[in-house]
């Protein structure tokens, strides 16, 4: 008979530790604060051991062990995930924060990236080629769980997203196996890993697509928050019409301090975030439109290193922040919905911010059933994020969000990013995943039927 985790004692972890190369953490441990702390600073839960893996043995060790005493398993990567889901209360988490290993083969265009890695580190060994995959904006974000959830960032329209450049993975199941995922070994369980999360096993590796990309040019420009109305409906029709190579986000925001000028320091803005692939001496011409449909307050666009602008958020979004997110599809703007971003433009603290990413472009080459990603129809991946450094504004800044999200989403697609999501329940995670959602459910059954990899935005088993 299983004993629980408070019953397991020391004889058990010890015995794991025998086989485990990486450290065991307890709550006991001098360490266990700095090691259970994930990036977003409202998250305070308090596991009842963390595994700290170094390799794959570690990880089939760790949940081999968590099964035989009765853990819940909770997989943490790079530890962004909103809800927390990177930690569990008085289970076990699977730390892969350690395994960093990458391999770049510059003639295939791939690499194989551990799943410990962050983008940054995936961008620092890639850019030595001229070469790049898809992946978000903020380069301290794990690969793990971006890629799980979908991915879309910068290169999307030109490329896709995440999980249209994932090649392959390796899978620990439930049952301790190591199992090779692709589109030619076990592909049942490769279409599911694009896009269904952790559901399925603990992932240990991902071999992506790359693609040439070194320069781009990028970079803010912001018109006044007055300037919503006009730009928003100009950026609702110009978007769709603009050629792949052409990327832009639009975003509300209040400026920060450096390196922004002094004079616009504080105040309240819309704009939009470039990156643009193409041709450098045609980058005028693209960017020209912009300018003219309203002046711009700051503008700071031109060439720059893939990794400079995927690292250009860092500093203002340190880990240790307090954030609530919430989001949703769009497949197109109306005049509704730039009549509630009007109404929510001015953001309640620094931080906090409105994107609208663009999720067309190459996206929508790819049909709804062939990988777990059900919305290839939307146009833009909608996220409300309140965030300040103090945890006196905890409540502010998620009513906000709230409200926000409340107002716009009855004009939305109906289901969201599932790495835009908190614990939100069942009926939202099957929205997201609509027609395919009976599919995963098969697909889960296989190969996690007793449902060990719950600690998630979950899929249950089929009966």
């Known amino acids: 008979m299983a004993t629980s985790p408070r019953d397991s004692g020391v004889a058990a972890i010890e015995r794991l530790q025998e086989t485990h190369r990486g450290k065991l953490i307890r709550p006991s441990d001098e360490a266990f604060d700095d090691a259970r702390a994930i990036y977003n600073g409202m998250i305070d839960k308090r596991p009842g051991l963390i595994a700290q893996c170094t390799d794959i043995a570690d990880v089939i060790a760790s949940v081999t062990f968590a099964q035989e005493h009765d853990y819940e398993i909770a997989i943490r990567s790079g530890g962004h995930s909103g809800p927390g889901l990177a930690l569990v209360d008085d289970g076990l988490v699977i730390d892969l924060s350690a395994m960093t290993g990458i391999r770049v083969n510059p003639d295939a265009k791939s690499v194989r990236v551990e799943a410990g890695c962050t983008w940054g580190d995936v961008d620092h060994a890639t850019h030595a080629f001229g070469l790049a995959t898809v992946s978000g ?49 076990n592909a049942d369980l490769f279409w599911a890993l694009r896009g269904g999360g952790g559901n399925f096993g603990v992932v240990t590796s991902f071999e992506f697509q790359l693609h040439p ?49 002094e004079a616009i320091h504080g105040e309240n803005v819309c704009g939009l975030l470039w990156c643009y692939t193409g041709p450098e001496d045609e980058a005028d011409t693209v960017v020209q439109p912009a300018r003219d449909v309203a002046e711009p307050l700051f503008e700071h666009v031109g060439p720059i290193p893939y990794p400079a602008l995927q690292s250009m958020f860092d500093d203002l979004y340190p880990a240790g922040d307090q954030w609530y997110w919430k989001g949703d599809f769009v497949r197109e703007i109306t005049d509704d919905i730039v009549a509630e971003h009007q109404r929510f433009a001015e953001v309640p603290t620094a931080q906090s911010t409105m994107h609208l990413y663009p999720i067309d472009g190459a996206v929508h080459d790819v049909a709804e059933d062939e990988t777990a990603w059900n919305y290839r129809d939307a146009t833009w991946s909608m996220v409300i994020a309140g965030v300040d450094r103090d945890p006196a504004n905890r409540e502010r800044i998620t009513e906000w969000a709230r409200n926000y999200w409340e107002a716009l989403h009855p004009h939305s697609a109906g289901a969201s990013y599932l790495n835009f999501m908190m614990e939100e329940g069942p009926d939202r995670i099957r929205a997201t995943y609509g027609d395919n959602y009976e599919r995963l459910q098969e697909i889960k059954a296989k190969y996690d039927p007793d449902n060990v990899f719950h600690v998630n935005q979950n899929i249950e088993p089929a009966d």
């Open 213 to 261: 990309v070194e320069t781009v040019i990028a970079g803010p420009m912001l018109w006044p928050i007055e300037k919503l109305d006009e730009t928003l409906r100009w950026y609702r029709e110009w978007l769709p019409q603009a050629p792949e190579d052409v990327y832009a986000f639009y975003l509300t925001a209040e400026v920060p301090g450096e390196p922004f000028p």
């Open 137 to 185: 904006v903020v380069s301290t974000t794990g690969v793990g769980g971006l890629t799980l959830g979908g991915g879309h960032g910068y290169l999307t329209r030109k490329y896709g997203l995440t999980i249209d450049n994932l090649r392959s993975a390796d899978v620990v199941l439930a049952d301790g196996r190591l199992v090779h995922a692709s589109e030619d070994e």
